[in-house]
């Protein structure tokens, strides 16, 4: 079974503190993303990556950045957390097995991060 | 945009069926879905594809009809396990776009 892991389950930061948020998904998939969820908005994409070191925005990407320097590995950061950046965030990983289309993604567990 | 899905919230007795939709004011390339248990990852049930696809998960099947840009997901003789929250989701190439969700609490 394809494994996303996320570091932390719940997070706790401080206004104006630089955050990041880990994912490691270990099947090889070249696609990683990462999602926001909140009550009656869904899941909202911020960034999403297609390969290392390529990243493109998503829906949501303002106060937010990503890294990928390995193709496990796919990391978001808030550059100064606010605290209506308090949410559930979600990882997910999938394969490029057609151009065209988006193959299933597989989730992590989330990370609840609390900013105070 | 993201797709709209109706019922937000539908109440079930073991037994019974159900039907969420999900509509897209943009074309459909294609529709995914996806359940999340409470306090859990949402997990991927099915895609379909532009062709009016219909394909299967357990006793949970869904329609794609690309001409009127809507998926449906139909849930039969429902079990407790059903209980969780339901996403659709539609993309074009590599990204999805979820829907708000449908809340299903399935009941003895």
């Known amino acids: 079974d394809v494994k996303v892991t996320q570091s932390s389950r719940y997070l706790v930061k401080r206004t104006g503190e630089k955050v990041f948020l880990e994912c490691v998904q270990d099947m090889d998939h070249e696609n990683m993303f990462w999602y926001r969820q909140d009550p009656g908005l869904g899941l909202r994409l911020i960034y999403f990556s297609y390969d290392v070191k390529m990243k493109e925005k998503g829906d949501i990407p303002e106060g937010y950045s990503v890294s990928r320097e390995k193709k496990e590995r796919f990391s978001l950061i808030l550059e100064s957390a606010s605290t209506n950046q308090t949410s559930m965030y979600l990882c997910a990983s999938s394969l490029l097995r057609w151009a065209w289309r988006a193959d299933g993604y597989t989730f992590g567990s989330g990370t609840r991060l609390t900013v105070v | 945009q993201q797709p709209v899905q109706s019922p937000q919230a539908v109440i079930l007795r073991e037994g019974e069926d159900a039907v969420i939709n999900c509509s897209s004011s943009?074309?459909?390339?294609?529709v995914h879905w996806y359940r999340q248990k409470h306090g859990e990852a949402p997990v991927f049930l099915m895609i379909l594809l532009k062709g009016g696809e219909q394909k299967g998960h357990e006793k949970i099947s869904a329609s794609f009809n690309e001409k009127k840009q809507q998926s449906s997901l139909y849930l039969t003789a429902s079990q407790l396990s059903y209980s969780g929250t339901y996403f659709c989701?539609?993309?074009?190439?590599?990204?999805?776009?979820f829907g708000t969700g449908t809340k299903l609490q399935v009941i003895p």
């Open positions: 989701g539609t993309a074009p190439y590599q990204k999805v776009t």
């Open positions: 943009k074309a459909l390339y294609s």
